[in-house]
């Protein structure tokens, strides 16, 4: 389960201020917060995993209250519970296509990169349609194929919550709806949660709840 | 650290061109102080000890540098020759060991080098394989001359001839090898011994053919006065000194007069070698006496500032290389940062980043040192002969 409570997020130099009162997200859910570029959506994703700390109020994800967790323990709790699909991909340039799909193996030591993960990896890349292109480099491959790739990068650690950054804002329409829908059929089939962030009105009728992010965004001013 | 350094190789792999150019980069900028160091030391150090070893040296007048290092290193350029007469000059003195050099021919590369037996002792030469020449036309070979010559005893080596057009100069005489000599890691390795005798043929002064007073050679006389024969171009010059042609040798002139490029004087004791270079400082002294080690000296000390010239200039040259790899270092991680960025929201700590980063300078500079140092040792190992050729 994904709870925020009285939640107060502002950047040290800016007048953004981000105000969350109270929102729950049910294990297994889809939710899609939606909202206007510079609302703060991507600053929420980035307080659910962890990557930010909230100035107050307490964030619990998959469980874990990550708002009180240590530098090191929320990179960990990260690389291991949460999948992270980034709007332009961030893939690297000079992995192959299997070597970005094992990357947070690489990166992080809580994780053992073993065969079986290997395994793993590769079973993933079926599922997506790609097991010819493992050995390809990323910048061989299509805007849809390598948003796939992110996709099994941020499954491959069994994550108990999906988070998705604009994740077909780089697509086109028929890429939008295959990245989609497979972003969906994956948190299924994983029983992970997933949360996306979104500006596009078109994608909501996939995800079981909206959430507007009007309702949180209380101040002028551009938010990073 | 596993993991980084796979990252590093995928990275380095996938930017061959920018790592190759670094490795090599750093590679010079370590070598080339280091080798340059190597390679004058151990040349320095080899001249010097051949120099040392070699108590005093009597040539015509002229350059003392010229004459030491024909006479030391069998340098190609040639030093204007004394005579026979000037080997028993010092003989007779009493007080040194005369021992003659000539050295004026080749065969390929390899510096042929007319001597007598005594020089073989005072140099400590040994026959690794096969014996010491004892005979007209016969020669001992040095290892390194016997390795680039391709030859052992029983081959034959030819002396290359000065100029294939001079009808008149020295033509090639085909020498059989004896003896193979133990390595001494000094220019003798690199040398053909002949006796003086052998040497001399080659010169031209002594030489063999068909015997004309023989009667079936009667047709090939133009002229015959008492002793003195005029043969026809038809009477065959022998090339080779064989057991059946060698009684055929003979030299023309007298042999006071015959050419020696050096001798190499060995004195009894300190005050024989003061009394013997007294002899050579007379006004209208043709002949010049040098202690070999203080030629080498002046000519070891130019080597040693020039090369303290060229290392300030390649220290300069590395510490700008140093700073331009700094900043490609610099921009490439300026480069990278969203890939960083990345790697920390997916939960990269900073210390894992740097370790990334840590391992591909490292392996940078890990190859490029790898690579200084097998250049150093071969330069240890052919540098030395690579500045000889350059400074003999």
């Known amino acids: ?224 | 650290m596993k993991n980084a350094f796979y990252m590093a190789s995928r990275y380095m792999r996938r930017h061959k061109g920018k790592t190759a150019i670094l490795i090599a980069s750093i590679a010079m900028i370590v070598f080339l102080p280091l080798g340059l160091q190597t390679v004058v030391d151990q040349t320095t150090s080899e001249l010097e000890a051949r120099a040392r070893s070699t108590p005093l040296l009597v040539g015509r007048k002229g350059s003392p540098l010229e004459l030491a290092l024909s006479s030391l290193y069998f340098a190609a350029k040639p030093v204007e020759p004394l005579a026979m007469a000037d080997v028993d000059r010092i003989r007779d003195t009493g007080f040194a060991l005369p021992i003659p050099l000539h050295v004026r021919y080749r065969a390929r590369e390899q510096p042929i080098v007319g001597t007598s037996l005594e020089y073989f002792d005072f140099r400590a030469l040994r026959v690794a394989d096969g014996r010491q020449m004892a005979t007209l036309g016969e020669c001992v070979v040095g290892a390194s001359a016997a390795e680039a010559l391709e030859v052992g005893p029983g081959d034959a080596v030819t002396s290359s001839p000065t100029d294939v057009f001079n009808l008149a100069g020295a033509y090639p005489l085909k020498m059989r090898v004896v003896g193979v000599l133990a390595r001494s890691h000094s220019p003798d390795d690199d040398a053909v011994f002949v006796d003086m005798k052998t040497a001399w043929v080659i010169e031209g002064i002594g030489h063999g053919h068909d015997d004309v007073s023989k009667p079936e050679m009667a047709g090939q006389l133009l002229k015959r006065d008492g002793n003195k024969i005029t043969a026809s171009a038809q009477v065959r010059e022998y090339q080779e000194i064989t057991a059946k042609q060698a009684e055929s040798f003979h030299f023309h002139g007298d042999p006071a007069t015959f050419p020696v490029t050096a001798v190499l004087a060995v004195p009894n004791d300190a005050k024989s070698q003061a009394l013997l270079r007294g002899r050579y400082l007379g006004k209208d002294e043709r002949d010049q006496i040098i202690e070999p080690v203080a030629v080498m000296d002046e000519l070891v000390t130019t080597v040693v500032k020039v090369r303290s010239y060229v290392t300030a200039a390649v220290v300069l040259l590395g510490i700008s290389t140093l700073l331009m790899m700094t900043l490609v270092f610099a921009l490439s991680i300026r480069l990278r940062r969203r890939e960083m960025e990345t790697m920390t929201k997916i939960g990269c700590s900073r210390g894992t980043i740097a370790s990334l980063l840590g391992c591909e300078i490292g392996v940078v500079l890990a190859a490029g040192v790898a690579i200084a140092i097998g250049l150093t040792t071969a330069a240890h190992a052919w540098g030395p002969a690579l500045l000889r050729e350059v400074l003999l």
């Not at chain 1, 969350?20 to 995993?49: C, R």
């Not at chain 1, 109020?57 to 699909?85: I, K, N, P, Y």
């Not at chain 1, 949660?193 to 992010?213: A, N, P, Q, S």
């Open chain 1, 1 to 224: 389960m994904i709870r925020i409570e009285d939640l107060v997020f502002a950047y040290p130099h800016g007048p953004f201020r981000l105000s969350i009162p109270d929102v729950t997200i049910e294990d297994g859910e889809k939710v899609a917060f939606i909202g206007p570029s510079g609302s703060g959506k991507t600053t929420l994703l980035h307080l659910l995993a962890g990557i930010e700390v909230p100035g107050s109020g307490t964030v619990t994800t998959a469980g874990c209250e990550v708002s009180s967790m240590s530098d090191a323990e929320r990179r960990d709790f990260r690389v291991q519970h949460v999948g992270l699909v980034f709007q332009v991909f961030e893939l690297l340039s000079y992995l192959d296509m299997l070597d970005n799909i094992l990357l947070p193996y690489r990166i992080n030591s809580s994780l053992a990169l073993t065969p079986e993960v290997v395994d793993r990896a590769k079973a993933l890349a079926e599922r997506v349609g790609m097991a010819d292109k493992l050995g390809r480099y990323v910048d061989r491959l299509s805007q849809g194929e390598r948003q796939r790739v992110a996709i099994c990068r941020a499954l491959l650690p069994q994550p108990r919550v999906l988070m998705a950054d604009e994740p077909t804002g780089n697509l086109d329409p028929a890429n939008k709806d295959r990245v989609l829908e497979m972003l969906v059929q994956q948190a299924d089939e994983a029983g992970a949660t997933l949360v996306t962030v979104t500006h596009e009105h078109d994608v909501l009728g996939r995800f079981d709840r909206t959430i507007d992010f009007a309702t949180f965004h209380e101040t002028v001013g551009a938010a990073p």
